[in-house]
Each structure stands twice: as structure tokens, then as C-alpha cells.
Nanobody
């Protein structure tokens, strides 16, 4: 069984930074494809960034140049560095993991999900 546990959320002012972490445990290879999603109140869940098994990253347009997804394979930790935060980045952020994939895959492909961590950005 795979478990994903996020941390690092919090409240910041616009322009600030946060780094989210997601630690995997259980039967989980450190090179599994993974992603960060977010869901704001009253809105649908959206993918923020993903990283495949070759460490190729993709980002949604609204976070390009501000967010960076990365991982530490030794500790099975996925990161999301978020800079220049905006109020519209306020949401619950979830990490997700799948398998050994190359390229970009739809959200429904991910088998494992974390419980979420809240990010609140004030103007």
C-alpha cells in the first residue's frame, strides 16, 4: 500500500513563497510519475504540475515561471516550490503518484493521492 503525506502549506501574503513536500511510503518507486493538483473552494480540481519518470516536468500556464516541481529520489519526496504567490493560488494542494510513465497523463491515471495541504495567499 502506498501512502502520500503532504506538508508545507500555510498562509502567506501575495508575492511570498512556500515549498510543499509530499513523502511517499510503502511500495513506491522513487521514479514513479507524480503531480501536484489543487482545488479552490467552489472550483474543480486542476493539475498544477507533473513530473514523469524521466524527470520531465509540465506546468499549467498560470504557474509557469513561478512554480517548480522536483523530487528527491533518495527520500521519496516530491516538492513544489511556489514563488510570487498570488491570491488566486489559494487552494488545497494534493500530491498524486502513478507508475513508471513517460510524458503527460490525465488526472484519472494517478492511483495514489495525499490528503491535501491548505495554501492561503492574502492580497
Amino acid at each position: 500500500q502506498v501512502q502520500l503525506v503532504e506538508s508545507g502549506g500555510g498562509s502567506v501574503q501575495a508575492g511570498g513563497s512556500l515549498r510543499l513536500s509530499c513523502v511517499a511510503s510503502g511500495y513506491h518507486y522513487p521514479t514513479f510519475a507524480a503531480a501536484w493538483f489543487r482545488q479552490a473552494q467552489g472550483k474543480e480540481r486542476e493539475e498544477v504540475a507533473s513530473i514523469d519518470s524521466a524527470d520531465s516536468a509540465t506546468y499549467t500556464d498560470s504557474v509557469k515561471g513561478r512554480f517548480t516541481i522536483s523530487r528527491d529520489s533518495a527520500t521519496k519526496t516530491l516538492y513544489l516550490q511556489m514563488n510570487s504567490l498570488k491570491p488566486e493560488d489559494t487552494a488545497t494542494y494534493y500530491c498524486a503518484s502513478g507508475g513508471t510513465w513517460y510524458g503527460h497523463f490525465p488526472p484519472g491515471s494517478y492511483s495514489y493521492w495525499g490528503q491535501g495541504t491548505q495554501v492561503t495567499v492574502s492580497a
